[in-house]
């Protein structure tokens, strides 16, 4: 068997080392020769929103993302309009339906802004989807071949949980590896955006989870695709008390592939006395999807300044948490101050392994779904266990303040603007 820890093209062209990536994302070392359904790592999280100007332009200005590539009408792509952005070795589309019979404005109509695919790179795609099959999965694009002047991409695509998918990427075909700004299609493009003075190169380093919701008791079902069919492995587990407020509860599980560079936890409702965080999700994703996405950094106080400054919203920590005297207990020395954390919300862990600080946006779109987390590792391989009940309590006020929090939503509230007079 061979170990491999090797860094991914993407990783290398943004200046990341392998001791930074076991840092910051929990890197291992794995043998993709044993595996049966290998995974280099992430290849892209593809969005579909309704503007995907101004939601691309979003991320650049507020999240210091990069806008890198671009497909759409100009380059002859007349179904809908794709920003590819870059934050380190992280990488976002942001598709938008154009031609009004575009199938990516069914899916905006139902689900609203939100992932539609978590695109994975392997080496190996016909391996993978040969795997795949055998294992029950269903194949949504057969492995083929898309080409343009910069060379090669083999692709496929499987089903996920709810109308997410996987496509899986293999950028080397034949021995040569494409070379243009992301897939068959897009053209370069880049921002005439300038960072404000003072704003740190990068808010974000690489992206570290992307968590799923699922409905109550398929959790495990979903679980044991992850394991089945893509051959990853259990990483932590939280079930029940341990994610339990007085009012609602989930259950959690963690699995990732065999570098730990992709990490799926995936979550479901429980039963509670009033309605989780997840039953709001799956009423107004109308189904499972992707919940939030951790991004990776390497300074989690300057990322929050930074954001802030750009009016990004934060789910509030409330002073309990600060001056809870268990709390300097349980996380020991950390790199800043209490006092610096407290200041800006940000949230700690501690494990056998080390400790993360962590933080929650609030949703990023109109919807009550999808959302960003910011981690910053210290050892802690772990999802912020520890601050769950904190966290849970905070999204709660917020379900509160929308009215989701008792019971079903009020159907007599003012829902229809096409209606007369609205
Ligand atoms: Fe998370």
Not at 29 to 46: N, R
Not at 236 to 258: C, H, P, Q, R, W
Not at 337 to 347: H, Q
Request: glycine content about 10%; some cysteine; charged content about 25%.
């Amino acid at each position: 068997m061979t170990l491999q820890e090797t860094l991914t093209d993407t990783e290398r062209l943004a200046e990341l080392d392998l001791d930074t990536l076991r840092r910051l994302v929990g890197l291992v070392a794995h043998d993709p020769d044993a595996d049966p359904f290998p995974v280099t790592g992430w290849d892209a999280v593809v969005w579909t929103v309704g503007n995907a100007l101004q939601t691309s332009h979003f991320l650049v200005s507020a999240f210091g993302m990069e806008l890198v590539a671009y497909t759409g009408p100009e380059t002859g792509n007349r179904d809908h309009v794709g920003y590819v952005l870059r934050s380190g070795a992280a990488r976002f589309v942001i598709t938008g339906g154009v031609d009004p019979a575009s199938r990516l404005l069914d899916h905006h109509r139902r689900h609203g802004d939100g992932v539609v695919d978590v695109a994975l790179e392997v080496p190996d795609v016909d391996r993978c989807i040969a795997h795949a099959r055998a294992s029950g999965a269903t194949v949504l694009v057969e492995p083929h071949d898309v080409s343009d002047a910069h060379g090669t991409v083999r692709i496929a695509a499987i089903a996920a949980y709810g109308d997410t998918r996987h496509t899986l990427v293999q950028r080397t075909v034949d021995g040569r590896t494409y070379d243009g700004p992301y897939l068959p299609g897009y053209v370069a493009r880049s921002s005439s955006y300038r960072r404000r003075e003072g704003a740190p190169r990068r808010i974000f380093q690489a992206l570290d989870h992307v968590v799923g919701n699922v409905e109550l008791g398929r959790m495990d079902e979903w679980v044991d695709f992850y394991h089945r069919v893509m051959g990853f492995t259990d990483m932590a587990e939280f079930v029940g008390d341990d994610i339990a407020t007085d009012y609602s509860a989930l259950m959690s599980k963690v699995v990732a592939n065999g570098n730990h560079r992709v990490k799926f936890p995936l979550n479901e409702p429980a039963i509670a006395r009033k309605r989780s965080q997840i039953d709001e999700y799956l009423e107004f994703y109308d189904g499972p999807g992707v919940q939030h996405l951790a991004l990776a950094t390497n300074d989690i106080l300057a990322a929050v300044d930074a954001l802030r400054a750009e009016g990004v919203q934060f789910l509030d920590t409330p002073d309990s948490y600060y001056s809870d005297p268990g709390l300097r207990a349980r996380i020991g020395e950390v790199r800043v101050p209490v006092a610096e954390l407290a200041e800006r919300g940000i949230l700690v862990d501690r494990d056998e392994d080390g400790y993360l600080l962590q933080i929650f946006t609030k949703p990023i779109g109109d919807r009550p779904t999808v959302f960003f987390e910011l981690i910053e590792r210290h050892g802690s391989l772990g999802f912020g266990k520890g601050n769950f009940k904190a966290l849970f309590e905070a999204i709660e006020r917020e379900q509160e303040r929308r009215g989701n929090l008792d019971g079903p939503r009020n159907l007599d509230g003012p829902r229809n603007l096409d209606a007369p007079g609205a």
